[in-house]
């Protein structure tokens, strides 16, 4: 095996923390590993530094990809910097500088190729890990069961990713590379087939419909990606033309065992607002990481009779995301981006044999990856964005990189790029401690609510006022401390908390509502009235606006408006005794 550099070990590294590590302390399980790939990435180009500075390293060629990275994060800059929520838009803009800052690291560590064989292995005993650790949890006797509209019992293998659906992504990730493990293998080929398979059982585990799909595109394009280099790209959408068209004969039966057919009519919903929401603003966009901010904006007044919950953050549809967060600027990245990967698929820029698809297993890799993301949003999420950066960085023409003479400029510029990653860790751990301080607060006014116990309102108040300190954009905290200012009494300081909500994201789903029953606690019915009727037009399925307008009204002594909303309320099943309260009052002299 080649000697490994301390920055490509820092990347090794990267990988095993995004891909293992997890945590439970906040509402995000993927929170913590933020930090901890700024920190790796950190040590990466210092490490890098060092090595340039004594003359043991050198820059690799120029890529195609290299320019498509900076523009995307260009472009990305100039959507964030137009967007209307920047609180939302910059801790997105952060992480699209950890995928840079990861995609050049690995290009610096990983230059000439040489250590292909060691990210193989890497990726094949990361992923073992996780398996085996899933698989253990799944047999677990108090794990819970999922039971599936067509009558099948099952359980979704998650492991350490949190999510089934980024479980199955970071499987999409590895399979490529021990594909070509077990190709270019000799004496272990009998333990890579074991890794292959175990992944794939695991892939199946998942119950991930889209990565399904995914894994059938690039079983199809591996099959049928060999022969001629030339011809791979055209091969390449032919295996996924292909795949699809077999996926989608064998879908309608399956999804109708899986009860996932009223999934499907809920990303409906998601993608009609995602549409409205791209040509509200089709430059630009509403800026990266502001999907689920501008969403409730447009979404359907039918959207909670499709059984969704007020909160999406993803469209679940890449082009449509990228359209309604970025406009025709992130979709044209998007398609440069799609043109460059399949230029570098053809032209093998990995070690590999010629000839052979192994000699691009991170062009399978992504493309796995934004196959799944047709219909699901790994690629936002902080494992999976980290490790695709690492192993597109690490593709290699197999040329050794020049060393160059000791050039203090460049040894400077890799060090500024260290002291950015360590800001972006300094930057995350508040993040974390704010995500952490949310879900202590949490956990304080559910066992308070439970209990009917006094005085948890003070604790929770200041777990959440110590994390509005730690980030004070954190809207999630700022909203439930409106709250529990709420339940404790303190109607000016919660509705005032309201306020500073939709000062920081217009659209939050529940405002209006919160604000109204706030506002009729407080005896001010002018405004209750105005936010039960903006409810009331946002959720037109929901009874809930009508009765908070037919007590509205009753207070106010409009008696005929009230009965008229009582009985709208009745008729869009609103229980039964609080309707019959209403009238009850109304039929009282």
Excluded at 145 to 152: E, F, I, K, Q, S
Excluded at 535 to 545: E, F, I, L, Q, S
Aim: charged share 15%; net charge positive; glycine share 10%.
């Amino acid at each position: 095996m080649p000697s490994v550099p301390l920055a490509a070990w820092a990347l090794l590294a990267l990988l095993a923390a995004t891909g293992l590590a997890t945590s439970e302390a906040a509402y995000d399980p993927n929170a913590p590993k933020l930090v901890w790939a700024f920190a790796l990435l950190g040590l990466a180009f210092a490490a890098q530094a060092v090595r340039l500075g004594l003359g043991r390293a050198g820059f690799p060629s120029a890529r195609h990809a290299d320019g498509w990275v900076l523009t995307a994060l260009a472009a990305a800059t100039v959507c964030a910097l137009a967007s209307d929520y920047p609180w939302f838009s910059a801790p997105a803009l952060r992480d699209a500088a950890l995928a840079v800052l990861a995609y050049g690291s690995a290009r610096l560590a990983f230059a000439g190729g040489r250590l292909g064989p060691v990210l193989d292995r890497t990726l094949a005993a990361l992923t073992g890990v996780a398996c085996l650790y899933g698989l253990v949890r799944l047999v677990d006797p108090a794990a819970p069961w999922l039971v599936a509209p067509g009558g099948w019992h099952l359980r979704r293998l998650t492991s350490t990713l949190g999510n089934q659906d980024t479980l199955a992504a970071w499987l999409l990730i590895a399979l490529p590379f021990i594909a070509r493990g077990h190709s270019q293998s000799r004496r272990w080929r009998a333990a890579w087939a074991v890794a292959g398979l175990l992944a794939v059982a695991c892939l199946a585990l998942t119950v991930s419909r889209a990565a399904w799909i995914a894994f059938a595109v690039q079983a199809a394009a591996w099959r049928l990606g060999g022969g001629a280099r030339r011809r791979l790209p055209l091969r390449l959408l032919a295996a996924a033309a292909l795949a699809v068209l077999i996926v989608l004969a064998v879908l309608p039966g399956l999804t109708a065992k899986l009860g996932s057919a009223s999934t499907f009519r809920q990303r409906l919903v998601i993608w009609d607002a995602a549409a409205k929401m791209a040509l509200a603003r089709p430059l630009t966009g509403h800026g990266p990481g502001a999907f689920g901010a501008a969403f409730p904006e447009f979404r359907s007044p039918d959207y909670r009779a499709s059984g969704l919950s007020d909160v999406n953050e993803f469209a679940h549809d890449l082009p449509l995301h990228v359209a309604a967060t970025g406009g025709l600027t992130g979709l044209s990245v998007l398609a440069l981006g799609l043109f460059v990967l399949v230029r570098e698929a053809g032209a093998g820029c990995s070690s590999g044999l010629p000839g052979d698809p192994s000699a691009a297993p991170h062009s399978l890799a992504i493309l796995g990856v934004l196959v799944q993301n047709l219909f699901s949003v790994t690629l936002f999420v902080t494992p999976i964005v980290a490790t695709l950066a690492v192993v597109w960085g690490a593709a290699e023409d197999g040329e050794l990189p020049a060393t160059p003479a000791r050039s203090p400029a460049a040894c400077a510029a890799l060090l500024v790029l260290a002291a950015a990653a360590a800001w972006g860790a300094a930057s995350a751990g508040s993040d974390f401690t704010a995500l952490c301080r949310l879900r202590s607060a949490r956990l304080a006014t559910d066992d308070g609510l439970a209990s009917g116990s006094f005085g948890w309102e003070t604790g929770a108040i200041r777990q959440l006022e110590g994390a509005l300190a730690a980030r004070p954009g954190c809207v999630p905290a700022r909203y439930r401390l409106a709250g529990v200012r709420a339940l404790s009494g303190d109607l000016p300081r919660a509705l005032a908390s309201y306020i500073m909500v939709e000062a920081l994201s217009p659209g939050f789903a529940e405002l209006p509502r919160n604000r109204a029953e706030v506002s009729f606690a407080a005896g001010a019915l002018d405004a209750a009235r105005k936010q039960a009727r903006r409810w009331h037009d946002m959720n037109r399925r929901d009874p809930a606006g009508p009765v908070l307008m037919a007590k509205v009204e009753l207070a106010a002594g409009n008696h005929a408006s009230a009965r008229e909303n009582a009985l709208l309320a009745r008729d869009l099943g609103a229980p039964a005794p609080a309707v019959e309260a209403l009238l009850g009052a109304l039929r009282e002299p």
